[in-house]
């Protein structure tokens, strides 16, 4: 994971880079940002809180406060939008007694890396999910494992609960679906039973986990699992209606043999942020969204020498906005579709970074 270690006082800068050795050495990324003054180790300073918070927030994977709780609550508050995309959000105190797993324990991680922390340096880690705290399977945590999509995303919250409360929510799984063993590598891990979908009409249960591309009639809570989850970056001309861009997406993601309903996060320039039809698109599809400044999509563009257009580079400011932008949301560093031209708008697609089967 790329994450920022962050703190405001002397202790907490010390245990921060004690911390940030010990979590690169799982194969992390780790930046460290330290209060202007209270840096003795230094790492890269800052001066206000909420200034470095609006700077870094969606720059991370994960983001690990050395600092009072309440101050973390007030100062990631604006920047929380949906636990598909927000980053994992852990909390510790100065002195490292308790780690606490405060945003995205499960899709974003926060769980997963509370847990690191606390056989890395000893923090007792405090994980307050109730499917966790009842040792019990998670539909969106095997999701992450097995890099599928939640459909429909809003009985995610149902069905968690349903296993918190110890109903019978069974999972069921497409014997037809390739590469058997590995679903059922991640799910044992789980403790997840897989059961064969043809037996879903014959066993008795309160909610069904659906793995499987087909659409089925049934008559009892359920959800699916759908295929590899899809980031799509999009670039339109000013006044291009939802339904164009629907148009261009759907072709798009046909053209690599997906459905739009794999499309998990959707990402543009900062300048598209009020484009009504692009936002009317967003919304149909009820998926996050993330709209990139031109820093971020240059600093892609360089990275991965993507193709640029002198027309887009003089009128948004950067020469790329598709291709950058699905390889910034989906966190990923290829393309599945590079950028693709169609009726006023440009699509590129990337798959999201996942865990899968790790």
Known sequence: MKLAVISVTNSG?????????????????????????????CATSYKLLSTLIADIFPRYEGLIFIMATGIV????????QDKRIDPAIVVMDEQGQYAISLL?????GANELTELIGQTIGAEPVITTAT?????PAVDVLAVKLNRTIQPFAELKHMNACIANGEQVKFFIDKTLPNQELYSRAAEKLGVLLQ?????????????????????????????????????????????????????????????????????????????????GLL????????????????????????????????????IGVGNICAAAAILAGQTNKLLLPKTKYKNVTVAIAPVKSQLLE
Not at 132 to 136: S, Y
Not at 248 to 255: L, N, P, Q
Request: aromatic residues 6%; glycine residues 8%.
């Open 73 to 80: 609550v007030r100062v990631i508050a604006p920047y929380i």
């Open 196 to 276: 064969d979908l043809d037996q879903l009409a014959d066993l008795v249960y309160d909610g069904a986990v659906l793995i499987t591309d087909q659409v089925l009639t049934v008559h009892k809570p359920h959800l699916y699992l759908r295929p590899m989850a899809l980031a799509v970056g999009i670039g339109c001309r000013r006044g291009t209606t939802s339904t164009e861009i629907r148009a261009a997406v759907t072709e798009a993601c046909h053209t690599i043999g997906h459905s739009i309903n794999s499309i998990t996060v959707v990402g543009s320039t900062i300048v598209k942020q009020d484009e009504a």
């Open 280 to 315: 009317a698109f967003i919304q149909q599809l009820a998926v996050p969204s993330k709209f990139f400044i031109n820093e971020e999509l240059q600093e892609c563009i360089d990275k991965y020498q993507l193709e640029v257009s002198s027309f887009v580079q003089k009128q």
């Open 104 to 108: 995205s324990g499960h899709i974003g």
């Open 132 to 136: 966790d705290v009842g040792k019990k």
């Open 13 to 41: 800068a010390l245990l921060g880079t004690r911390l940030a050795d010990k979590l690169s050495d799982h194969g992390n990324q780790v930046d460290i940002f330290a209060k202007h003054g209270r840096n003795p180790l």
